[in-house]
């Protein structure tokens, strides 16, 4: 095969790959950056997976299930009110998880995750967007 064959079969698989993992790629670089939340609250309007910890958990702390949790697809989710979560409190601007003790794993690990193993950041948190 032609050198130059050989490259262009190079950049264009490369491309490919670059556009598959685009967001993992980004959220590895997010992941030499320093986080430090703003309390915006923007995080809580996404949908939270529930795990059989964290319903425990909140039924302990006098929760019902019923009341918290929606099936979506066979799996709980928190139940959203106005496209938030209803433990969400804002106060002048600023946020605050009403369960802080009791959030579930997913809001504890957030903005943290792990890609290819290595540590990085969730690119949908506001920290790391300049915009808010
Ligand atoms: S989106 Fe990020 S910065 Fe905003 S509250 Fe959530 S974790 Fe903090
Ligand atoms: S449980 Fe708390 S941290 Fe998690 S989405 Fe609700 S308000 Fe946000």
Redesign the pocket.
């Known amino acids: 095969m032609q050198p130059t064959a050989v490259l262009s079969y190079t950049i264009i698989i490369s491309m490919i790959l670059y556009l598959i993992n685009r967001n993992n790629i980004k959220e590895l670089i997010l992941g030499r950056k320093q986080?430090?939340?703003?309390?915006?609250?923007?995080?809580?309007r996404l949908l939270v997976r529930l795990y059989d910890n964290d319903i425990k958990r909140l039924e302990d702390a006098g929760y019902k299930q019923s009341e918290f949790a929606v099936m979506i697809k066979k799996k709980p989710y928190i139940k959203q009110k106005n496209r938030y979560c209803p433990w969400l409190e804002i106060k002048s601007g600023t946020?605050r998880c009403t369960i802080y003790e009791n959030r579930p794993k997913i809001c504890r690990e957030?903005?943290q995750k792990r890609i290819f193993r290595m540590p990085g950041y969730d690119c949908?948190?506001?920290?790391f967007n300049k915009k808010?």
């Open positions: 986080f430090s939340c703003r309390r915006c609250g923007h995080c809580c946020a957030f903005p949908r948190c506001c920290s808010f």
